[in-house]
């Protein structure tokens, strides 16, 4: 028999003809790395965080990482967003970033222990956290879950972020940090020219020709720019640089400073082109010195006056609300607005609101603002706003009075340069009163935000008065909370000199510089939007600067030129008063126009009869604005407080909607009078050669572009009434078992303030 060698088995004979399947490989865990500002550096970080997005259930939620750095609480999502993003973008902050100047309150929550922690610097936390709920100052509530996290890395970034969130010195802000290197970084591009820093547009007030100018636009041709604080040598809280009557000398101001709390001289604020003068300052310090005040001082001020009538005097401190107030009545709203469920304080929400008393002192502070008025224009005397340190309460009240009455502060740079003279130059606490070092509570109290919703009230009686709109309201509160400019967070000039000179010492910045390069103010939003969304600063309907029309094929600027006189006589409900729409003329109580009818002219006092002729005839946008404030026209301001809210956003619907038209309607104006410019002139028979140059992208002023005729002019489906901002994953509100929030919250203010946080439970 043959024999058969066998085969030589090989790896190949014994797999299948064809065999095309390829292993797969689990793609890798994407790593989620944080987007860092020069100068930021991460503390504390931990995984398989989950970001609560609603109060209804886990199937929105985002799983992520949650990341503590030295300026904010930043959480990366695991998948990035596949919606188009439409809201406001800020160029220093991502979409879940939070600085840690805006936490309020850091709570820590453990289900299974049932126990609860607000957290304040340098404590220990004696259980591992399943939940952190972030109460932000600009009224989100962000909630984390752990379910997933290492108990351990949990509990130590709730720690940090803590203890991070109000440092207890000014130098450890992270301003100072990245300021600094973004100074060094962009110092080569300065000097090769590649960057040239943009002069702002403000007028900062920190020099004696800027007041010099005030002085002179305003007329107050009795009043000189003065240098005797020079170094701080007279008072601590006031700038270098004031203006004081022309009468008195130098040597007097010196002599009569130590009558006033805190030497505080008076500070001129504004003059009326009648010859009035509006002034603030601080109470006398010994009622001894009040005769000697008043025949130096305000004598001096009734020689200013072209009439020397006699100064009035209005001490706020008697009449108005203190900053304690402010501050609770703040707290009430918020925890109506944000805190408690919505569905739980319907039945009640309108009475709750009108119980935290927040209207009734907006109210308070315009009606008073508007007797001012009256003294000022009406009955042509000087005012002299007296307040016990003249920090507080003098800065809202001379703000709106000069809002009022002097239309160049109703423009954006001319507001802008208000605030700089009326509250960062004049000394107002923000450091203390924004709460950005350790907590504090005896020092906190909102009135800037108070003097923003007196701006918006008047706003909304008056739309198109005002150059900027309520979204760059809202902005400006809000930036309040980031750390990384010079305007609010400092108490006095003197402090801020002194800080920013130590802060170039030690980032080796040459002597000399302009502090306005090396730690600029929150004026130049370039530093935080894009030129796109800076537009949604601009009023469409704004008449400050004239409308515009076409004439014989030019574009001209109107102007009124028919002058009206005081009449009793009333017009149409639309066009009487300036007003929208809606706003009717009859009698109403609470306001100036009320009970003034013909019967009752005899007995009216003459403040009454002023605003009566006022309110009878129509007003000129570009002159006196006097609100109304009775309880029927002052709301509450729903962009800011509600804006967080899911029950009270209204898809496709709110104001949006209407600034949404106006703004395409103003872009079709201004691109056709562009191209009526274009035209090139035309000789006799001839038909004039347009040209074809549209404004680009970036000179267009309007946010919402004009659409094509073929398309449909519908409000796009991501309008709502809290554009440009979204409550989704801002506002998670979670009930605390065994305690309501609020007196959770408050009660964690008090141990925080006492430092008696000695026990796990309450």
Not at 99 to 118: E, F, S, Y
Not at 205 to 222: H, M, N, Y
Not at 309 to 328: A, H, M, T
Not at 454 to 468: D, G
Request: net charge neutral; proline share 7%; aromatic share 10%.
């Amino acid at each position: 028999m043959f024999s058969v060698k066998p085969m030589k088995p090989t790896f190949k004979s014994y797999l299948p003809p064809v065999q095309n399947d390829v292993k797969t490989i689990d793609p890798p865990i994407k790593k989620l790395e944080p987007r860092l500002l020069p100068g930021e550096i991460v503390v504390n970080e931990v995984n398989f965080v989950r970001k609560c997005i609603s109060n209804d259930g886990s199937k929105d939620d985002l799983w992520g990482k949650l990341i503590c750095t030295n300026f904010k609480v930043s959480f990366i999502p695991q998948e990035a967003p596949t919606t188009e993003k439409n809201q406001l973008s800020h160029l220093l902050l991502g979409e879940h970033d939070i600085p840690l100047t805006c936490l309020d309150h850091v709570v820590t929550v453990n289900d299974t222990k049932g126990k609860k922690k607000a957290l304040g610097s340098n404590q220990k936390l004696k259980f591992n956290p399943t939940e952190l709920l972030l109460y932000c100052k600009d009224l989100r509530i962000i909630r984390f879950c752990f379910d997933e996290a290492g108990p351990e890395s949990a509990k130590k970034v709730c720690l940090a972020i803590a203890h991070y969130s109000h440092p207890a010195d000014l130098q450890l802000l992270f301003g100072f940090e990245y300021q600094g290197r973004r100074y060094h970084e962009g110092k080569a591009e300065r000097v090769n020219g590649a960057s040239p820093q943009r002069r702002l547009q403000v007028t900062m007030f920190d020099r004696p020709s800027d007041l010099d100018r005030e002085v002179k636009r305003t007329g107050a041709s009795e009043w000189r720019v003065c240098s005797i604080n020079e170094i701080y040598a007279v008072c601590q809280s006031l700038p270098e640089y004031i203006v004081v009557p022309v009468s008195l000398a130098d040597q007097d101001l010196k002599q009569l400073s130590i009558c006033f709390i805190d030497n505080r001289i008076p500070l001129w604020c504004w003059n009326h082109p009648n010859g009035s003068a509006l002034v603030r300052m601080a109470s006398i310090s010994d009622p001894l010195h009040q005769r000697k005040i008043d025949m130096r001082v305000f004598g001096a001020i009734e020689k200013s006056h072209p009439l020397q009538s006699e100064v009035f005097r209005s001490d706020l401190d008697k009449c108005l609300p203190n900053i304690q107030e402010i501050q609770n009545s703040f707290s009430k709203i918020r925890q109506i607005c944000v805190i408690d469920p919505f569905e739980e304080s319907e039945e009640r929400w309108l009475s709750s609101i009108e119980n935290s008393r927040w209207l009734e002192y907006v109210r308070a502070f315009l009606k008073h603002s508007a007797e001012i008025v009256y003294q000022l224009d009406g009955k042509n005397v000087s005012v002299v706003l007296q307040e016990e340190e003249d920090r507080d309460l003098n800065c809202v009240v001379s703000s709106l009075v000069q809002l009022m009455l002097d239309p160049h502060y109703r423009s954006r740079n001319g507001f802008q340069s208000l605030v700089q003279k009326e509250w960062v130059i004049a000394g107002h606490r923000f450091l203390d009163r924004c709460s950005h070092l350790k907590k504090n509570d005896r020092g906190e109290s909102p009135l800037f935000m108070l003097f923003l919703d007196c701006v918006w009230q008047m706003m909304n009686q008056y739309p198109a008065a005002f150059e900027f709109t309520e979204t760059y309201l809202t902005v400006l509160s809000d930036s309040m909370w980031i750390p990384l400019f010079s305007t609010f967070i400092f108490n006095s000039s003197k402090q801020r000199a002194e800080q920013l000179m130590d802060f170039a010492r030690l980032k080796a910045i040459p002597q000399g510089e302009d502090q306005s390069i090396y730690f600029p103010p929150v004026w130049d939003w370039s530093q935080q939007f894009s030129v796109k969304d800076q537009t949604l600063f601009n009023n469409p309907m704004y008449v400050g600067k004239g409308a515009a029309y076409v004439q014989n094929g030019e574009v001209k600027s109107f102007r009124r030129t028919k002058k009206y006189t005081p009449s009793l006589r009333g017009s149409s409900t639309s066009a009487h008063n300036g007003l929208r729409s809606g706003y009717d003329t009859l009698t109403r109580q609470g306001s100036f126009t009320s009970d003034l009818s013909p019967m009752k002219d005899l007995d009216e006092s003459p403040s009454e009869r002023y605003f009566r002729e006022w309110f009878s005839r129509p007003v000129d946008q570009k002159g006196l604005l006097i609100p109304l404030f009775s309880p029927s026209h002052v709301s509450i301001w729903r962009l800011y407080f509600l804006r967080w809210v899911p029950e009270a956003c209204i898809s496709k619907g709110g104001t949006i909607t209407t600034y949404h038209k106006l703004s395409q309607l103003v872009d079709e104006i201004e691109i056709l009078q562009n191209q009526l410019r274009q035209y090139k002139g035309p000789s006799p028979g001839t038909a004039p050669v347009p040209s074809p140059c549209e404004p680009t992208a970036n000179q267009r002023r309007m946010y919402f572009r004009a659409l094509p005729p073929s398309n449909t002019p519908a409000p796009p489906d991501f309008l709502t009434s809290s554009f440009p901002f979204t409550p989704i994953g801002n506002l998670c509100r979670r009930n605390l078992p065994g305690t309501p929030i609020s007196k959770f919250l408050n009660g964690a203010k008090f141990w925080l303030s006492t430092e008696t946080l000695a026990n796990d439970t309450l």
